[in-house]
Every structure is written in C-alpha cells, then in structure tokens.
C-alpha cells in the first residue's frame, strides 16, 4: 500500500468513526476484536444498500422472493453442509508470543515482501508451492514453506512455530439449560443454509416454478483467525444472498446470467468500472463446479466483495440425505421428448454479497477531501459523494437565524417532507459549517429558509456536488427532493 493511499485508508477508518457510521464494538473496555458496530448514519446506509440489493433481486424479479430465517438452525444442517468438517483455515502458533496466525496468510504476507524488494522469482516461486500445498491440503508442507522461507513472528521475532492445525470458523454454544454436546448449535456461518432447508416451503407455499430464486439478508458469524483491515474481515457479519433454483444442465446459462447482472447491478450506482474486475476461482469449493468472484479495488488492493458460484446440486442432495426427506421438484413442463421433466433435484446459482464490504467500498467511494482554495483564501472540505438513493440523509433544513420566526416556517417544512424523506434540522452554527456538516454524511440537499421564505414562501436549495445554490418554492421541494433521491 503506498503512503497516499494508506493515507486515504485511515482517513476514511477516521471519518466514519467521527460522523457515526461505524464504532468499534464495546469501545470503551478497549474493543472487541473485529466486532463492529454501526452508529446513527451507519445504519441509514446500511439500510438503504439493503434496499437497494432487496428492490434489484426481489421487487426487480417476479421469480425471486425473500425470505428471513433463524440465526440458530438445526446442527444436523451443518454436517450436511460439510461445515462441521470442513469449514476450517490453517492456523499456527508461535510459542514465545502465544500469538495464532493463518498459515497462508503468514506465507502471502512473504509473498507480499519478496514483491516489495524486487525479487519476483521467489514470489512467484513460492506462490506456487502455497498454491500445490493448499490444493492438497498438505499442513505440513505449509508448515515447511514457513521454516524454509525463515518467516518470524512480527510480535516475537522468533521463528519458534508450532504444528499447523485445522481451525474450525464455526461459532458454537448451548441450546437449552444443560450444558451437554447433544444441544450444541452454532451460530450460522453463512445465511444460505437456512434457504436451502426451506426450498420446497417457499416454493410450495408461493406455487413456485423453475427457475425461481430466494433471497436473503441476515447476520453470519465466523471465528476469522486473523481480523484486518477494518470491516473486510469481521467475526459478526451480514450477508445478503440468493439462491436461485434451476434445471439440471441449464445451471451454465444461468450462472453467465447472475455473474452479468451482479456487476451490473454495482456499476449502476455509478462507480468507475476500472475499479472491478472478475476473478475466476481456480480452486472449486466440494459443492461448486464455478465460481467467480466480484472484486474491488479496495486503497490496500483488489479484494472480494461478492461470490457468485454455480453449487450444483450438493447441498440440497445432502440435506435429502441427512434429512430423510426428499428434496426433489416435481417439474410438470414439457421437455423436447414431449413428456414431463418430472422429479428432480434442482441446481443452484448463487449470488453471495457481504454487505459490511459493500459498505465500506461505497464509503471509499465516495470520500474526497476537496480543494476549494482560491487566489484570495485556503478552504477545503470533506465531502462524501453518496449516490443519492445510499445517502443517510437525504436534505437538512436550516433557518438562516434563530428568530423572526424563521425556526417555526423551518419546521413547517420540515413536517412536509419527513414522512417520505430522512432528513435533519439544524440551526446551531453558521450555515456555512451546516453545510460542511452535510457534506461530510453525504447529504444531496441543504434547504436554507429566511426572511423572503416567509414572503413569498421561497427556499435556497444548495446542491452538495456542484455546491451550486438556487431559489425553489417550497411547496416544490417533495418533488425535487424525490426526483433526484428516488431508485
Ligand atoms: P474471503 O475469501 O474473503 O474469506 P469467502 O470466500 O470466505 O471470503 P464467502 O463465503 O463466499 O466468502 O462469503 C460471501 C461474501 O461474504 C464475501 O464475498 C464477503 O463479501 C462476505 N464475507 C465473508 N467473510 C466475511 C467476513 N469475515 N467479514 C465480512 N464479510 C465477509
């Protein structure tokens, strides 16, 4: 990462702490590692990417609906899903700091270095050996590539490392009073599960026909090893997925289908398209039979942000066979035989966005620390270019003074516009500061009310991006306002 860009890193970590968009969780007993949480205008963004994501799959999508099942689910779901045995990273310790650390990411970070200083064939050399030994599940050769490679520990110095282990990413805990292994549940590490023991309900219930996708938004929890890079990496995240359903054997078009309109769907938040790329997963997870992943350009480098992965149809034949219960979809349309599809089980397509990265490449995105600077002064502000529909607020309504009456026509306003629109009063400071106050949360719209206001019913819009003000009747402002934050 260069200085600009870590720079630009830490200001945005910075900003979102002093404009309530995100706290460290329990800050005040020093905080708890890679837990988040999210303040007064955090949680309006949040909310408005998730409305966003429900109206594009589900409102967009006759054949899509949502639904919201429970955090805790049967523990029997996830040996089917082969969570319990192997949803795991390689971790090691050093015994003199007691510190654990992902074996991989011990060799990447090598990696990283040998880049930095020039020598690329042992990057690439090594990058191969972490590639072969990750393919084969060899621990011990990752073990050997640390020795090899003389990787010391950053907090200790020392290269006095233990074993590799599997660690399972699984948070577990007790159901009931007695603290017995037979009532050990998890917490879920991933919010597909509970829409695919639910596939034949949704679709019975709501007369489904293939294909047809269900969608979902919700909490997961994973044990990360190593948490980094603010809300990239989070023990307790939210994911916004969707399964969609399909016939055998038409699983390729569909999944050419949701990888085009998955990016579509960013790009049309206006973000540059140099900023994503595709990255074809070369190591197929046990269920899938392709996997892409949509990746942004993060300050630190290209990373994740949405899977999209073709599971055929593993997981609904494993709960079939974990259940008892059948799984299979009686298709009654007619295939080129003439006669019916019948019975199967269906293949699916899977859309998997995390929402606290989506977050956080929309706050990245929009930051910009702007030079206003003329001949005569320096000026700068802080500006958040949100998309209007993402923006936590969509105007704020300021009486030029606290008197003639000027605060009670604000309000008036005020009570106007609130059913449809977020929007925030204030009348402490010069408006000047209101108005970088709004600029710093990403507000499109600040309404200025005075004197001529109580004339002729007039009101200055100033308009965040241009900074450009005009003279609008008030009684417009709902459909100004609407025009420009509506989806
Ligand atoms: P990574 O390789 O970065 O660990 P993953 O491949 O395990 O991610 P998936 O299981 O495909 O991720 O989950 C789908 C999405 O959920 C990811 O694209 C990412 O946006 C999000 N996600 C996964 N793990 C986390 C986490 N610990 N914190 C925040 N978001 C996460």
Redo the contacts with the bound molecule.
């Keep these: 990462m260069s200085k600009n860009t870590d720079e630009l890193f830490k200001n945005v970590i910075a900003h979102a702490k002093e404009y309530g968009f995100v706290f460290q969780s329990s800050e005040i007993y020093d905080g708890l590692s890679a837990v988040y949480d999210y303040g007064q205008f955090g949680a309006e963004l949040k909310n408005n990417i998730k409305t966003y994501w429900w109206k594009a799959m589900v409102q967009m999508n006759q054949n899509i609906v949502g639904i919201d099942s429970a955090i805790f689910m049967h523990p029997k779901i996830w040996e089917a899903s082969g969570h319990v045995g192997g949803f795991s990273d390689p971790m090691i310790d050093n015994k003199d700091s007691k510190k654990r650390y992902r074996a991989d990411q011990l060799l990447e970070d090598k990696i990283a270095r040998y880049d930095q200083d020039g020598k690329t064939d042992k990057a690439e050399l090594l990058q191969k050996d972490l590639d072969d030994a990750i393919k084969a599940d060899d621990l011990e050769r990752l073990r050997e590539l640390i020795v090899e490679h003389e990787i010391a520990d950053p907090v200790s110095g020392t290269r006095n490392w233990t074993e590799v282990r599997q660690f399972n990413l699984m948070f577990s805990t007790q159901m009931g009073a007695i603290a017995d292994d037979a009532d050990k549940v998890y917490l879920r590490p991933?919010t597909a599960q509970g829409i695919f023991v639910n596939y034949l309900n949704v679709q019975k219930s709501g007369r489904m026909k293939i294909p047809f996708g269900i969608a979902q938004i919700g909490k997961?929890f994973?044990n990360?090893v190593i948490a980094r890079q603010f809300?990239?990496?989070?023990?307790e995240?939210e994911?916004m997925e969707m399964q969609f359903f399909v016939r055998p054997g038409t699983q390729k078009e569909w999944f050419e289908h949701w990888k085009a309109a998955r990016l579509k769907w960013h790009l049309a938040l206006g973000t540059d398209a140099a900023k994503y790329r595709y990255h074809e997963h070369t190591k197929l997870a046990h269920y899938a039979d392709a996997a892409y992943?949509i990746e942004f350009e993060f300050p630190f480098g290209f990373?994740?942000?949405?899977?999209i992965?073709s599971r055929t149809d593993f997981d609904l034949s494993q709960h079939q066979k974990f259940s008892g219960k059948k799984m299979q979809y009686f298709d009654p349309e007619l295939g080129e035989d003439g006669k019916p599809y019948g019975n199967y089980i269906p293949y699916v397509i899977e859309t998997?966005?995390?929402l606290?990265?989506m977050f956080l490449l929309t706050m990245i995105n929009a930051y910009e620390e702007e030079d206003l600077s003329t001949e005569e002064k320096q000026d700068s502000r802080t500006v958040l270019r949100l998309h209007p529909c993402l923006a936590p607020v969509k105007a704020a309504i300021f009486p030029l003074t606290k008197k003639d009456g000027l605060p009670e026509k604000a309000r008036e306003i005020m009570e106007s516009l609130q059913l449809d629109f977020n929007l925030q009063y204030e009348e402490k400071d010069a408006i000047g500061k209101r108005y970088r106050r709004q600029d710093a949360i990403g507000t499109p719209f600040c309404i200025t009310v005075d004197h001529q206001t109580l004339e002729d019913n007039t009101v200055t819009l100033r308009h965040r991006d241009s900074m450009q003000q005009e003279r609008v009747p008030a009684d417009q402002l709902d459909k100004i306002i609407g025009d420009f934050v509506s989806w």
């Design positions: 991933e997961a994973r990360e809300i990239i990496r989070m023990r995240f994911q992943d990373k994740e942000v949405e899977g992965h998997s966005i995390g606290d990265r």
